[in-house]
């Protein structure tokens, strides 16, 4: 048998391989601190679960158009037109199992081989993945820690060439908790509309964010025509397990997006969507509850990151994850991650997971209990003072 070539440019997300590794080790009775997959330790709030019970009970256990069920890409537009300021019209979005399939279905829809696409490294992986398995070449853009891991604007410029098509940003991103600043998003809005290139805006983490106000690059003037805004249910409604997720972009993509569900999933459970639709328009304090206990547990594990010698970490401005600079230690991010959790039972991922520019740090996610959290940061200091 042979894999085709498609499938050997595809990339993965490491942290479900660590999961592994870490499960293996639990097995043979250790204990492990999980401070490696990026999943909300909450449950889904209860009225969601109860609409998606009653869903099934009702029957809304059949297929539903690919687009997505009108009812929800109609409470999707108004939160949307809402929190992004700008007008947005049900046809404007598609529904999808999981905002990861935006990522893919957008490379898809818009790149063909020779073409380029800049996406920020390190950062989630799929991105650079998406990328390759459409048969275009991604391009690194690096994010600097220097710049509280924002980008360095002559360095950007320098990568836009006439085969860019599509620049990916990330703003709460997933490694670094960085924030882009508005002053970042009109300069990459400039660019994109000098040069006619489409931008991904991957917004998952739009709702888990720490005294800033929450900025989408499609707010700016001209770029909601060629913005696709990434966006779901996964962090805000902790309902990663559901699968439900949506792209917002002008009625052209929307088409081809959609073109492709009907080739792959067909459409997304449809009681899963009915859920979706108590999630955006029930009571929203279970997602106010959960940031607050996110910012809690923020301070508590940068500030205990940054109390172990030879660590450093950046505080966070959104999203639920630290990266910790390991520098100091002399080993490589895989090494160290490998040794935290051979040697002190505490998972974290390499920053190299999230790419080339991720070396030098660790990952690691505060979805988890602050006991955890406390103790996963003592094993961590007493395993590296032995180094
Ligand atoms: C930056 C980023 N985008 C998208 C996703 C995908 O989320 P989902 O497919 O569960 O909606 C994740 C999940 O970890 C993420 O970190």
Known sequence: MKISKLVQRAGTETAFETLAKAKALERQGRSIIHLEIGEPDFNTPENIKQAGIKAIQENYTHYSPSQGILELREAVAENISK?????????????????????????????????EAIYPNPSYPIYESAIKIAGATPVPLQLLEENDFAFDRKEFEKLVTEKTRLIIINSPGNPTGSILSQEDLEFIADIAKKNDIMVLSDEIYSQIIYGEKFRSIASIKGMKERTIILDGFSKTYAMTGWRLGYGVANKELIKAITKIITNSDSCVATFTQIAGIEALKGPQDEVEKMRKMYEERRNIVINGLNEIPGVSCKMPKG?????????????????????????????TLPGTAFGKYGEGYIRLSYATSKENIREGLNRIKEALSKL
Not at 84 to 109: H, M, Q
Not at 319 to 343: C, H, P, Q, R, V
């Open 83 to 115: 929190t992004r300021n700008i007008d947005v019209s049900p046809d404007e979005v598609v529904i999808t199992p999981g905002g990861k399939d935006i990522i893919f279905f957008t490379a898809l829809s818009l790149l063909d081989d020779g073409d």
């Open 319 to 347: 999203a639920f994850y630290a990266f910790a600079n390991i520098k100091s230690f002399g080993k490589t991010s895989k090494e160290l991650a490998d040794y935290l959790l051979n040697n002190a039972g505490v998972a």
